[in-house]
């Protein structure tokens, strides 16, 4: 999973070995005082996040990986 812009990483609601299906959302991003959730694209586990509370990511960064199941 990817970032789609530029945004402020609002909140982490994921965790590294959760469960997720399709539309359970990840993390929520902040641009232009908008909220974005990120939603999973994929039923899996997170093996990884990439992301911190505090952090800007950029198009194009990486946000979690997702095995599937």
Same mark, same amino acid.
């Given at each position: 999973m990817? &970032?789609e $812009?530029v &945004?402020?990483?609002l #909140?982490?609601t994921?965790? &590294? =070995? @959760?469960t997720? =299906? *399709? !539309? @359970?959302?990840l993390?929520i $991003?902040e641009?232009?005082k908008? %909220? +974005? *959730?990120?939603? /999973? !694209?994929? /039923? =899996?586990? +997170?093996v990884?996040l #990439?992301?911190v %509370?505090g952090?800007?990511?950029?198009d =194009? @960064? *990486? +946000? /979690?990986? +997702?095995? %599937? #199941?």
């Amino acid at each position: 999973m990817v &970032a789609e $812009l530029v &945004a402020n990483v609002l #909140k982490v609601t994921a965790r &590294a =070995g @959760d469960t997720v =299906g *399709p !539309e @359970d959302t990840l993390v929520i $991003l902040e641009s232009m005082k908008m %909220e +974005i *959730p990120v939603l /999973a !694209e994929v /039923a =899996g586990t +997170i093996v990884e996040l #990439k992301v911190v %509370e505090g952090e800007v990511v950029r198009d =194009g @960064d *990486p +946000i /979690a990986v +997702i095995e %599937e #199941k």
